[in-house]
């Protein structure tokens, strides 16, 4: 079976760092673009970045350019999303999800499967 | 940015109906439009991809339509597990932008 698991979300300072991680199973890893999105609880999605199969194309939305540093590890199957000097907007659930073609934005490509998420809540 | 504008925001309807919504851009995204629904504190799931592609797995009561800055998805008969919140999402420009959700309640 497919499978994304993301782990490392919880209560952070405004200002603070946060990891998080996704892990990949049932799939060959490494020949995936793959993608963050978040989702503030009951509100809409919205695409955070994303990151070519090789690593070397990497794109983020405006609000976490400069902040958010997306990488992989296609030897462990992961994937990572370091958020630095965090803010109260940040706070959603992050969701990682594989998607077919090149990593571009404008490339056209879909977004399947997705894993179940990981709250990040950025509060005093 | 590419608005996303789905309606109706909320619709109520019951098993063996059929159901449409609407998804607008604020440009012309054809062919890259996807439809996702997301269950109750669920990851969204991949229905229809490039406007009327269906995602392998899903039922075919489910379709999809539409080019440039029109399209719809089509439920033809409703099932009680089709509930959930259903986004629309162009990848053509970026960034990439999301409706703002379906919310779909069976009477």
């Known amino acids: 079976e497919e499978q994304l698991v993301e782990s490392g979300g919880g209560l952070v300072k405004p200002g603070g760092s946060l990891r998080l991680s996704c892990a990949a199973s049932?799939?060959?890893?490494?020949?995936?673009?793959m993608n963050w999105f978040r989702q503030v609880p009951g509100k809409g999605l919205e695409w955070v970045s994303s990151?070519?199969?090789?690593?070397?194309?990497?794109y983020y939305a405006d609000s976490v350019k400069g902040r958010f540093t997306v990488s992989r590890d296609n030897a462990g199957n992961s994937l990572y999303l370091q958020m630095n000097s965090l803010r109260a907007e940040d706070t959603a659930v992050y969701y990682c999800?594989?998607?077919?073609?090149?990593?571009?934005?404008?490339?056209?490509?879909?977004?399947?499967?997705w894993g179940q998420g990981t709250l990040v809540t950025v509060s005093s | 940015d590419i608005q996303m504008t789905q309606s109706p925001s909320s619709l109520s309807a019951s098993v063996g109906d059929r159901v449409t919504i609407t998804c607008r851009a604020s440009?012309?995204?054809?062919?890259?439009l996807n439809w996702y629904v997301q269950r109750s504190g669920k990851a969204p799931k991949l229905l229809i991809y490039?406007?009327?592609s269906l995602q392998r797995g899903v039922p075919s009561r489910f379709s999809g339509s539409g080019s440039g800055t029109e399209f719809t998805l089509s439920i033809s008969s409703l099932q009680p597990e089709d509930f959930g919140t259903y986004y629309c999402q162009q990848s053509f420009s970026s960034p990439i932008t999301f409706g703002q959700g379906t919310r779909l309640e069976i009477k």
């Open positions: 440009q012309s995204v054809t062919p890259y």
């Open positions: 990151i070519s199969n090789s690593g070397t194309s990497i």
């Open positions: 049932g799939f060959t890893f490494s020949t995936y673009s």
């Open positions: 999800a594989r998607s077919p073609g090149l990593a571009a934005p404008d490339n056209g490509n879909c977004f399947d499967p």
């Open positions: 490039a406007a009327s």
